[in-house]
Structures are given as C-alpha cells and as structure tokens.
C-alpha cells in the first residue's frame, strides 16, 4: 500500500498547532540545496535544529565545502521560528564499514539504504538524547531518493530510540522545484554527486 508521506506530515502538523505548540525538530541535513526548502516549510510549525552528519562524502574537501554551504544558508534566510546548526563528528570510516561487501551494489540499492539508516540513526539517537519532539531527515527531497525507505528506516529508529519520527516526502508539493528555485537565490553550490566514492561522475 502506498503511503502518502505527505498528508501524514500535514495531518501532524495540524494536530501540534490545535494544541498550540512549536515542538523541537532535530533535522538531519545532506546538503544546502536540499535543506533549503525544507527549512522553509518546517520553521512555519517547528523550531529546527539542522544537524550535519554525513559520514558518506568524501574526499574531505567536498565535505567541507557543504558545510560551508549550509552554514552560510542558515544565516541567509529568514525563518519563522528559530532554526540553528549542529555539525556532527566526520567519520568516513563509519561508511566504509557500512559499505563493506556492498560496494558494487547499484546507486539507490542496498548501499544507499544503509547510508541513510547509517546518518538518520546518529539522528536519532541524538534527538532522544535531547529531548526533541520529532527527528526527520531532508533526503526525501530528492527524486533520486526512495522515500517510502526513508520512512521506514525512520519509524524503525523512533521504535528503538523512543522519539517521534516526522514522516516526509518533501519532493511533493513542488517541494523539489522550489529547492532548486532557492538555490538559485541563495547561489548555492549543486554538487553534481550524491556524496560518497562509489557515486562520483
């Protein structure tokens, strides 16, 4: 049965404002362009807490520049509530061990699925450990990204590690096209790659 991630996101949201309350959002972050919208749509409703953990990218280089990016995004936009910014630790070796015998694994396989348990867990336990309200991460985004996935990773950790996930399918809603809309005015830097070795041009 298809799930729309969407509607649920909606639903909840309507739920937290007729009770009145902005709940903490630990939001996990892979990049500029693609937190720029949802930083947008969630600030109206959650005070966000952007955190940047991938241990993926690689070389050292490129992962530097995207925090970078994002850094400088944060302090460029305007938000309703108040978003801030946590880097996580650089860890490539925690990918690598992650991606042991799955290196010839096609893009958006296997690999791919154990990336995004692999950043969203760190996020998760996190947030628990913070007292946040809900968890999410901004990977639906993509188009490239399988989203059902995400999601199911997501409520799989919120079971382990007791903290609500925000259920997200922000491509939806023009979500996408208006992250490369933002891009543009922010001149943020669209790297052509998702992150990690196996995923370079």
Do not use: W
């Not at 996580?88 to 042991?100: C, L, N, S, T």
């Not at 950043?119 to 989203?147: H, V």
């Amino acid at each position: 049965m298809n799930v729309n991630y969407q509607k649920e996101l909606e639903k909840l949201i309507e739920k937290e404002q007729k009770e009145g309350r902005v709940p903490r959002l630990f939001l996990h972050s892979c990049c500029a362009p693609c937190s720029s919208y949802v930083m947008e749509y969630l600030s109206r409703y959650f005070s966000i807490t952007v955190f940047y953990y991938n241990p993926n990218i690689s070389p050292r280089e490129e992962y530097e520049k995207r925090v970078e990016e994002i850094r400088r995004l944060i302090g460029e936009m305007e938000f309703v509530h108040p978003v801030t910014f946590v880097e996580g630790k650089y860890e490539p070796e925690r990918f690598y061990e992650m991606a042991k015998g799955l290196e010839k694994e096609p893009e958006g396989g296997e690999r791919c699925f154990g990336c995004y348990r692999l950043r969203m867990e760190e996020a998760a336990r996190l947030a628990s450990e913070g007292g946040y309200d809900y968890f999410t991460t901004t990977l639906s985004i993509s188009p490239l990204k399988n989203a059902g996935k995400i999601n199911e990773i997501g409520e799989e950790l919120a079971g382990i590690y007791k903290v609500e996930h925000l259920p997200s399918d922000f491509k939806k809603k023009n979500g996408y096209k208006r992250s490369i809309e933002l891009s543009g005015e922010h001149n943020l830097y669209r790297q052509n790659y998702c992150g990690c070795v196996f995923s370079r041009p």
